[in-house]
């Protein structure tokens, strides 16, 4: 498998990729049927067939590709491009340069000029970062391009990039010098606690393979040093047509795209490539040895590791059945784990056991325990019993049977909704074919296997399965991460470990799982208006409880229904003097029901399609889950349940307060983190409602401060029901009469709270610095200008295409022609709540010494955004990405549910949508260079920078 180490236990193995070879076109079925030597497709030789619709093919030059013809969402599609080639196959002075070559394909090539090819997309419709992008792994190169419609020219455009991507880059040596500034940039943003903790966790793991040798932090790169001739001949080497594997799919005639790719990348040179080096060496031999790491902002985790030789499981039926088999027990073992952190006195945070496969180089099984602050041994002690408890006595009918049923109600889901597949599930099938060797069954075939599987699975099947997979923790590698060093140091550990494995051990406590018990919630609602009168054909219902009801029935995703209640009330409750009231509403699922506890919950609804979370937005608590048509009812009458009978068990609070010393060791941590923490405070003049508040206060918050705060609002607060997706209008009235309209009266209209929506701005403008405790070349530069409100729905758009020009422009100036940010950002927010309250920011993150250099940077480029309108090139790269992005809003039930969540409530919404496209098309540039003047004005922004905090600095922000 080719993965990272440390994943979570797989739960499907695959085989390794094979050499391509030359084979003519081919559907699925065809290719199958064709007998070769060396297989061009795992499907070839294996027993398992791909599902019908997709095409396979491969060039003479070995290039190969898969096509699907999808039209979820319609109109639009997906292009990929991977080469199998990243930093494994980095030689010893290429260290960091898969990734150079790939930012170096935006920085020119033979038919596109260097900073071109972001811009053509950006005409095209397409944004840079969210529809165009790239990634690098060890093992590959991924190219992306998102088709915002389905024009033969722009997928002609797209095929001709990535061409130019694969054979064609220059490597100009000022644009190499100009785009290394960039990587240094990236690199040095990316330098955090986190990265560092896991090249450290590599090396102990799997110390002198190729994979810790090429993990990508600052001394096993050279980025800083390499030229243009180094990164060309390691393009040349790898970017070669049987490394590479062209995947389309979308709303496009496959013969069509076929024909367009033979044409774009048929004369592709074919070249002999290098075979990628192993990850290795991982020595199974390699034990009892010890790792502590210690940082600051670090969470107190133990892993406890053993290594084995790789085992070859090629795609095939048996070793399917073999690994859900295998998988069932390993998930079960989760589950007791997960039980016992929702105890009352939890020993460790969480804690998980799995075995997964370091690429082709080995395996590895881990145990790791996220241990509470100051109880690691604690944690330990209890995470190692568990696992030798579960190996000791095996597992139980009654858990095989929640797993079985939870696996099993997810592959009749995707039976239910497969003609409505998106473009992403068949791109993510295609690329696991192409890098992973595993065949893209079909839903129908998966889940008659896993009925073969679940015929067989006994305890004693279960756990021979699982028991063949681990690899024996003996003599285990031990590693620990925190805050401080543990007390006994690494005799400490070893010692922990003897005693937890000396413990004894005793039989599981069965539980007998309970039925569901609420389905009566009083006598039936009824309707007293119901009417469909909207361009979008949202219907209108109201119940004689005050309930109302928005139905909106798609063909987008079948067997999908989404289903959101809102609920007045949520922050608007709090206040300056009660600023957090509402903060607890994320725990509110994890107490449970009167009846279950919220661990019960999950065995009671194994098996169907129904869940339950609550959060609180600004003014008004939001419920949103997905289900079926065949579990509404449930999903209902669960929501119904929590509204009613909800359990508020201590359990949820105690893992609460056993968080908060991890998360304000990270306050700090980062530039990003100690801004985010603190300019809430600034900008709003200490407004404690916008106020990280100290950790004691955090701690000192329970059920009781909840439930006396939301309680009112959950009985009797307005609500508004939204159903959205594939479902019988009327048997939706009748379910939503039975649960939430047979509630007793609510309120008709949402509540006003005109005190809780004012909120002020700060007058103090001008510097602020804010101090980090992260790596002491960073700093983050940040300006933020008061704007206005939601009101106006004009003005809105009008600081929105200022958003997306200055993004352009910012982006030109610190990134493409200074090289001094990897990613700036322009942000742009106009609140329907806060009375007058908006906010338009720019954020860099430099280096230290770049900090004045920045700012002069933004501050010039704003000044002639006030003074110079942009030329029509600008705006039409600003424009048509949001155009697009209008014209392709409802082929989506979660873009549906955007406008018919409060389709009564907030009657604006859909006509703004209706209007928008117009307003945005009318907006001009001289418009825009009035609006940078009326708001983004020289002295009026809050200009924030996050430097690294001196020895003699006090912890507050200046």
Do not use: C
């Amino acid at each position: 498998m080719k993965g990272l180490i440390l994943a979570a236990p797989l739960a499907l193995i695959v085989a390794v990729p094979l050499a391509a070879q030359e084979t003519a076109t081919a559907t699925a079925s065809e290719a199958a049927a064709a007998a070769t030597p060396a297989p061009t497709w795992a499907f070839e030789e294996s027993d398992l067939a791909a599902e019908d619709g997709y095409v396979f093919g491969q060039l003479d030059n070995g290039m190969r590709y898969v096509i699907r013809q999808n039209a979820t969402p319609e109109g639009t599609g997906l292009v990929r491009m991977e080469v199998g080639a990243g930093r494994l196959d980095e030689r010893d002075n290429e260290r960091g340069l898969a990734h150079f070559v790939e930012h170096m394909a935006f920085n020119g090539s033979t038919n596109v000029p260097e900073g071109e090819m972001v811009k053509l997309l950006e005409r095209l419709g397409l944004a840079f970062g969210a529809d165009t992008n790239a990634a690098t792994a060890f093992d590959y190169t991924q190219y992306r391009l998102d088709l915002p419609n389905n024009d033969p020219e722009l997928l002609g455009t797209a095929l001709m990039l990535m061409r130019e991507t694969a054979s064609e880059l220059l490597f100009d040596v000022d644009a190499v010098e100009r785009e290394r500034g960039v990587l240094l940039a990236e690199r040095r943003d990316r330098t955090t606690f986190a990265r560092l903790n896991a090249a450290d966790q590599i090396d102990f793991f799997v110390p002198g393979s190729q994979l810790a040798n090429r993990f990508p932090v600052i001394d096993r790169e050279d980025i800083g040093t390499a030229d243009a001739a180094t990164l060309k001949g390691f393009w040349e080497r790898n970017y070669i047509p049987e490394k590479t594997t062209l995947v389309v799919v979308g709303d496009f005639d496959p013969a069509a795209v076929e024909a367009a790719i033979r044409e774009r990348f048929g004369d592709w040179q074919a070249k002999q490539g290098e075979p990628q080096p192993g990850a290795g060496p991982i020595n199974p031999d390699y034990k009892d040895a010890i790792d502590i790491y210690v940082d600051p902002a670090l969470d107190e985790q133990i892993t406890l590791a053993a290594n084995a030789e790789w085992i070859e499981r090629k795609d095939t039926a048996q070793n399917r059945r073999d690994a859900l088999m295998r998988s069932i027990g390993y998930s079960i073992l989760g589950r007791r784990f997960t039980r016992l952190t929702r105890s009352e006195e939890p020993p460790f945070r969480s804690a998980g056991v799995g075995t997964s496969d370091v690429f082709e180089a080995g395996r590895q099984t881990t145990l790791s325990v996220n241990a509470i602050a100051g109880r690691w041994e604690e944690g330990l002690q209890a995470a190692v019993g568990l696992y030798r408890q579960f190996l000791a006595f095996g597992v139980t009918e009654a858990e095989i049977a929640e797993q079985i049923a939870r696996r099993r109600t997810g592959l009749e889901n995707a039976i239910a909704g497969k003609a409505t597949r998106s473009h992403a599930a068949f791109v993510g099938r295609a690329i696991n074919l192409a890098r992973n060797d595993r065949v893209p069954t079909s839903p129908d075939f998966n889940l008659a296997l896993f009925e073969q599987v679940a015929a067989e699975a006994t305890p004693k099947a279960v756990m021979a399965a699982v028991q063949a997979d681990l690899v024996p923790l003996e003599q285990p590698l031990i590693r620990y991460q925190g805050r401080t060093t543990p007390e006994g140091g690494e005799q400490a550990l070893r010692s922990a470990w003897d005693t937890a494995m000396a413990q004894p051990v005793a039989p599981l406590e069965t539980v007998a799982t309970a039925e569901w018990n609420y389905t009566e919630f009083g006598a039936p609602g009824s309707v007293v208006s119901d009417e469909t009168g909207d361009a979008l054909g949202i219907r209108r219902i109201i119940f004689d409880n005050g309930v109302r009801l928005n139905l909106k029935k798609t063909a987008l995703q079948e067997d999908r229904v989404s289903v959101a209640v809102t609920i007045d009330g949520g922050n608007f409750l709090e206040s300056r003097e009660q600023p957090l009231l509402t903060d607890l509403t994320g725990l509110f699922a994890a107490g449970g029901l009167g009846q279950y506890s919220q661990d019960e919950l999950q065995s009671v609804l194994a098996g169907r399609s129904a869940s339950f979370a609550i959060g609180s937005g600004t003014d008004s608590f939001r419920i949103s889950r997905g289900t079926t048509p065949r579990d509404l009812e449930l999903q209902l009458q669960l929501i119904a349940a929590y509204l009613t009978d909800p359990g508020y068990r201590p359990e949820p609070i105690t893992r609460f307060r056993n968080s908060l010393d991890d998360f304000y060791a990270r306050v700090t941590a980062t530039p990003s983190s100690a801004l985010g923490n603190a300019s809430g405070a600034i900008l709003s003049d200490n407004d404690p409602r916008f106020t990280l508040p100290e950790q004691e206060t955090f701690k000192a918050l329970d059920f009781d401060v909840l439930r006396d705060a939301i309680s009112d609002r959950l009985a009797k607060g307005a609500m508004e029901v939204a159903i959205v997706g594939d479902f019988d209008e009327a048997r939706a009235i009748d379910l939503v009469a039975k649960t939430l309209a047979a509630l007793p009266e609510r309120e008709a209209a949402f509540r006003d709270y005109p005190e809780s929506r004012k909120r002020t701005f700060t007058a103090q403008r001008g510097e602020k610095t804010i101090y980090h405790d992260g790596e002491r070349d960073q700093a983050l530069v940040s300006y933020v200008w008061p704007t206005r409100d939601y009101a106006d729905p004009v003005a809105s758009i009008e600081l929105n295409m200022l958003r997306a020009v200055i993004d352009l422009e910012i982006t030109e100036a610190l990134r493409e022609k200074l090289g001094k940010a990897y990613s700036p950002g322009v942000g742009n927010s106009q609140s329907r709540y806060y009375d007058g309250y908006g906010t338009f920011g720019i954020r860099a993150g430099v280096e230290v010494n770049e900090v004045e250099a920045t700012r002069e940077a933004i501050e010039a480029t704003v000044a002639r955004l006030r003074q110079t309108a942009v030329s029509d090139d600008v705006m039409q790269r600003a424009r048509q990405p949001i155009l697009e992005g209008l014209d392709n809003t409802l082929k989506t039930n979660g873009s549906w549910m955007r406008y018919t969540v409060r389709a009564q409530s907030q009657t604006d919404t859909i006509p703004r949508y209706l209007a928008a496209k117009d307003r945005y098309t009318a907006v001009t540039a001289e418009r825009l260079r009035e609006v940078a003047e009326q708001y983004l004005t020289a002295d009026g922004a809050v200009k924030f920078v996050a430097l690294p905090r001196p020895e003699e600095a006090a912890s507050s922000p200046e």
